[in-house]
C-alpha cells in the first residue's frame, strides 16, 4: 500500500447499537454486546479496517456515565460506537410509530394494521436526520457506510444534503411488498426516490428485488432499470442491486448444540416428554409469524389424524416484543386463549399436555437445546423477510433424523425448498396435512431431506453473505475498499439472478 493511502473504514449504522446497557442488582449500570450473526459476521471486518458503528445506546432513562461505558464497549468490541441520542417523543414516533406501525406491518402485507399517522413521518425524517450527522461528523469520504434496515431508508440523502460524499449502501432485512401494496404508503414517492439516494440497496429475495425495480419502473418516471435488473439509472447517477439471502455464523450453532450442557438440556427435554415427537416454534410476538393460524393448523391435525394425540407435543416459546403497540398485546391474548382451548380440548388428565408453551426470553442454551430435541421445526410466518429460526432449527439437528416445515412466504423459502417441506401458512388443513406428513416420513427420507437442508445453509453462512454483499457493493473499486487479507471469500456468486 502506498504510504498516503488511507485505508478506508466500514460504518454500520443500524437502530440499535450492536450492545445491551443494564442495571444490576448493586444500581449500577453494566454494558454487554448483543449476540447475533450479524455483529459476528461484521466484527472481523470492522477491526480489519477500524470502522465504526452508529445507532441508538438503547437507553431509556438518563444514565450519567453512558460515555464511559460506551468507551468501554467500543475498547473491548474493537471498532468505535457512535450513539445517537433519542428523545422519548422521537422513540415514540420513529421506532413505535413510523417504523412499526407503518413499514412493517404495509411491508408484510397488511396495509388493514397500519396506522399512517402524518405526525410519525415528520419524526422519521428528523430522526433520518440525527443519524445521518452523527455519521457526517464521524466518517471520511473514503468511508463505506452500511445502513441497516427500514428504520433508516433516508439516511442516504440526509447525507448526501450534508455533503458527505462516501459511498452508502443499504440492506432492507424484511420483504419489499409489491406494487399494489406499495401504493398505499402516502409516503411512497419519497420513500422509493430516499432509497435510490444509495449507491448500492441489497434485499434479501428476489421477490423483494422484484418488487422493488416494479414500483422504481411504475413511479419514478425519470429512472430507469437495467435489462438484467441489476441497476437503477437515475439523474446520470447509477444505483446497484440486488438479492442476498442473509444468512447464520452455522458453525458456530453446530459447535455450540455440540456443547454438553446442550446435550443434557436436550436429553433432558425428551426424559420428560417421553414416546413422541416434539414440535418446535421459536417466534417473536409478532402478528406476522402466523402463530393463531399455527395453533390451529395443529388443532385440525389432532382432530383429523387421531393417532398424533399422546404421540406428539408442540412447544411454542413466544419471545416478548413490542408489547406497548396495542395489536401485541391482543395478540399475546389471542395466542394464550387458543393455547388454552386446545389444551383444554385435548388434555388427558394427568398425562399428555398437547401444548407446551413458554413466554419469555430464553437464554441460548436453552433455546439450543430445544432445536437440538425437536424432531419438527414449524416455521409458518405469514410473511417474513428471511427467517432465520428456520436456519437454525436446521443448524442445531444435528442428528440430522428430523424435518422442516416451512411456510412459503418466508424467505428462507426460496433457498430451503428443496428440503423443507414448504406450506401456506393461511391453509389450516394443509399445515395440519404437512405436519401428519413430517411425522410419519421415513427416516431416510428425513435425514437426506435434512442434510440438504444443512448443507445449503453451511454453505452460504452468514460469512459467505457480509462476503457477497461488500464484494457486490465495491467490484467496480476494490482498492478502495479492500478486504482483509485474511478474510476469503466462500463463494463468489455477488449478485443472484432473479
Ligand atoms: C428480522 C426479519 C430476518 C428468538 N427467540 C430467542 C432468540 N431468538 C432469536 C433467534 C433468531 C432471532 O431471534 C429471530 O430472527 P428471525 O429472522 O426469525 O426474525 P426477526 O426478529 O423478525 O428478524 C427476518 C431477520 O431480521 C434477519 O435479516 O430473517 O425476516 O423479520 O436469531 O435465534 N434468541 C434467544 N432467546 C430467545 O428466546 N437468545
Not at 468501554?72 to 468505535?80: F, I, T, V
Not at 455440540?258 to 418446535?280: C, D, F, G, M, S
Not at 487479507?485 to 456468486?493: C, E
Amino acid at each position: 500500500m502506498s504510504p498516503h493511502a488511507r485505508r478506508s473504514g466500514l460504518t454500520v449504522v443500524s437502530n440499535r447499537l450492536p450492545f445491551v446497557v443494564s442495571k444490576g442488582e448493586d444500581g449500577r449500570y453494566t454494558h454487554r454486546p448483543s449476540s447475533g450473526g450479524l455483529i459476528t459476521a461484521l466484527l472481523p471486518v470492522l477491526r480489519d479496517r477500524g470502522g465504526s458503528w452508529v445507532g441508538w445506546h438503547g437507553a431509556t432513562e438518563n444514565i450519567p456515565e453512558l460515555d464511559t461505558l460506551l468507551s468501554d464497549a467500543a475498547k473491548e468490541s474493537g471498532y468505535h460506537l457512535r450513539s445517537v441520542d433519542l428523545t422519548e417523543e422521537q422513540r415514540r414516533g420513529f421506532y413505535h410509530g413510523f417504523s412499526n406501525e407503518i413499514i412493517w406491518p404495509l411491508f408484510h402485507d397488511l396495509q388493514s394494521l397500519c396506522n399512517f399517522d402524518p405526525s410519525y413521518w415528520r419524526v422519521y425524517c428528523e430522526v433520518n436526520r440525527k443519524y445521518a450527522e452523527v455519521i457526517a461528523q464521524n466518517s471520511a469520504d473514503s468511508d463505506f457506510i452500511w445502513v441497516h434496515d427500514y428504520h433508516l431508508i433516508n439516511v442516504a440523502g440526509e447525507l448526501r444534503s450534508l455533503g458527505v460524499k462516501a459511498k452508502t449502501a443499504f440492506f432492507l432485512h424484511i420483504p419489499f411488498p409489491s406494487l399494489d401494496i406499495f401504493v398505499k404508503l402516502p409516503w411512497r414517492f419519497s420513500l422509493l426516490h430516499a432509497m435510490l439516494e444509495y449507491d448500492v440497496v441489497g434485499f434479501q429475495t428476489p421477490r423483494d428485488l422484484r418488487n422493488f425495480l416494479q414500483c422504481v419502473r411504475v413511479l419514478i418516471e425519470e429512472a430507469s432499470v437495467s435489462a438484467k435488473g441489476q441497476a437503477v439509472r437515475i439523474n446520470g447517477r447509477e444505483i446497484r442491486v440486488g438479492s442476498f439471502p442473509i444468512s447464520i455464523d452455522y458453525n458456530g450453532f453446530v459447535k455450540h448444540a455440540n456443547e454438553q450442557e446442550v446435550a443434557e438440556k436436550a436429553a433432558q427435554l425428551r426424559t420428560e416428554l417421553p414416546n413422541r415427537q416434539l414440535l418446535i416454534g421459536v417466534d417473536r410476538l409478532d402478528y406476522t409469524k402466523g402463530i393463531p393460524l399455527r395453533l390451529e393448523a395443529f388443532r385440525n391435525a389432532l382432530l383429523r389424524y387421531p393417532e398424533l394425540r399422546e404421540r406428539v407435543t408442540l412447544i411454542q416459546v413466544v419471545v416478548p416484543s413490542r408489547e406497548d403497540i396495542p395489536q401485541y398485546h391482543e395478540l399475546k391474548t389471542q395466542i394464550e386463549r387458543l393455547v388454552g382451548e386446545i389444551n383444554g380440548q385435548f388434555t388427558r388428565p394427568g398425562g399428555w399436555v398437547p401444548i407446551h408453551y413458554v413466554f419469555r426470553p430464553l437464554k441460548p442454551t436453552e433455546l439450543l437445546a430445544y432445536y437440538r430435541a425437536a424432531e419438527i421445526g414449524l416455521v409458518t410466518p405469514l410473511k417474513d423477510g428471511m427467517n432465520l429460526v428456520a436456519k437454525e432449527y436446521c443448524a442445531c439437528s444435528i442428528e440430522e433424523d428430523c424435518g422442516l416445515i416451512l411456510s412459503e412466504f418466508a424467505g428462507a423459502a426460496a433457498q430451503l425448498q428443496g428440503g423443507a417441506l414448504l406450506v401456506n401458512p393461511y391453509d389450516i388443513e394443509g399445515v395440519a396435512n404437512a405436519i401428519w406428513r413430517a411425522f410419519t416420513m421415513h427416516p431416510a427420507e428425513r435425514r437426506a431431506r435434512m442434510r440438504r437442508l444443512r448443507r445449503s445453509i453451511c454453505d452460504q453462512d452468514i460469512f459467505w453473505w457480509v462476503d457477497s454483499f461488500l464484494r457486490a457493493a465495491i467490484a467496480k473499486d476494490l482498492s478502495a475498499f479492500p478486504l482483509p487479507a485474511d478474510y476469503t471469500p466462500r463463494n463468489d456468486i455477488g449478485f443472484m439472478p432473479y
